[in-house]
């Protein structure tokens, strides 16, 4: 973790960003340097996006799609373009979008087509009277509401196609739950003291039989309440389902007054119960942004009106940095 600005004097508008571009087995030793860069330029980016929405008084809903749309279009995330494949070869994509304030939720699921799902999450959110639609649907709304297309082919990265067929050559078993890692998202308190998350993912490779994991099930991989918080997941989606970890990391803190840290690592314990790993952000109403994560890395990065601004890739699992 690096901070690579000054904190200035507290007089601008309080808001603050956390992102993160997956949990996943990254270590020192395995990754080389500028492969490094490559994913921290990348999570500069999108926490650029995001920033510039907040520090102009926008509002975190705006911001985290900012931030996520931009890790979508970077082929080095396991969202949008370098989605992972599944066992039949294409990329079904998954995202959802949550509104602290209202609690109105959107999100898509198994989608092959749409250039950016969280802006399509969004839509459904905000134009249509459902939370989730799934597969042909969810484009023909798509289709509906102008939202980009694309042919499959934006989405197919050469690694990724790489990473499918050595999961078919060792015959790892389901799909890769070994978190090819990549899945991004956002969470943002804006200065208004409204929060907001977002999340988008090629889910894991090698699912199959339109598999959807935690990142677009509300409650799941994706929470907000301006009451406790907000919160996006990335790691093994059945255990975070069924943990219904972004839910209960907010009830947590809701009800029983737990800090965000304390809230999120108790619930990464209770998916690691189930034999499930992963990491969460976290931001509160006051704009504390916490990370927590059970495997060697999460890609993340955070910023906020003070001034701080630095990314990370590895860590300590379970530390917050
Ligand atoms: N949670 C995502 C899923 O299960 C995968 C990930 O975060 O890498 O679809």
Redesign the pocket.
């Known amino acids: 973790m690096t901070e690579t600005s000054e904190r200035r004097a507290d007089t601008a508008p309080r808001w603050s960003i956390a992102i993160h571009g ?3 087995s990254m270590r020192p030793e395995t990754m080389d340097a500028a492969a490094q860069a490559a994913h921290e330029a990348g999570l500069r980016a999108a926490l650029d996006a995001g920033r510039a929405v907040l520090a102009t008084g926008g509002a975190a809903l705006d911001a985290v799609g900012a931030a996520v749309a931009v890790l979508e279009d970077d082929p080095l995330f ?1 969202a949008g373009r370098g989605s ?1 494949f599944t066992y039949n070869g294409i990329n079904e994509l ?1 995202a959802a979008v949550m509104d602290g304030t209202t609690r109105q939720a959107g999100a898509v699921a198994g989608v092959t087509h749409v250039r950016n799902p969280v802006r399509l999450a969004r839509a459904v959110m905000e134009q249509s009277p459902h939370v989730l639609l799934a597969g042909a649907g969810a484009e023909e709304f798509a289709r509906e509401q102008a939202i980009e297309l694309v042919d499959p082919d934006w989405f197919a990265t050469e690694e990724r196609w790489r990473q499918l067929q050595e999961l078919k050559a060792k015959k790892l078993g389901w799909f890769d739950d070994g ?5 991004v998202g956002a969470v943002a308190c804006d200065s208004h003291g409204h929060v907001a998350a977002a ?1 988008s ?4 490779t090698g ?1 199959r039989w339109n ?5 677009p099930v509300i409650g799941a ?1 994706t929470y907000a309440d301006d009451r406790a918080g907000a919160v996006s ?6 255990q ?1 389902i069924r943990a219904g970890v972004a839910h209960e990391i907010c009830a947590r803190m809701r009800l029983a007054g737990e800090s965000a840290q304390g809230a999120a690592d108790a619930v990464l314990a209770e998916v690691g119960a189930m034999r499930g790993v ?1 990491g969460v952000i976290v931001v509160t109403p006051a704009g504390e942004t916490v990370f927590a994560f059970t495997t060697p890395g999460m890609f993340r990065g955070r910023a906020d009106h003070a001034g701080l601004y630095e990314t990370g890739i590895f860590g300590m699992a379970g530390s917050k940095d």
């Open positions: 997956g949990a996943g396991n992972v998954d978190l090819k890692y990549g899945t999340t993912t090629g889910g894991l699912k598999r959807i994991g935690d990142s991989g997941c990335t790691g093994s989606g059945e975070f992963g």
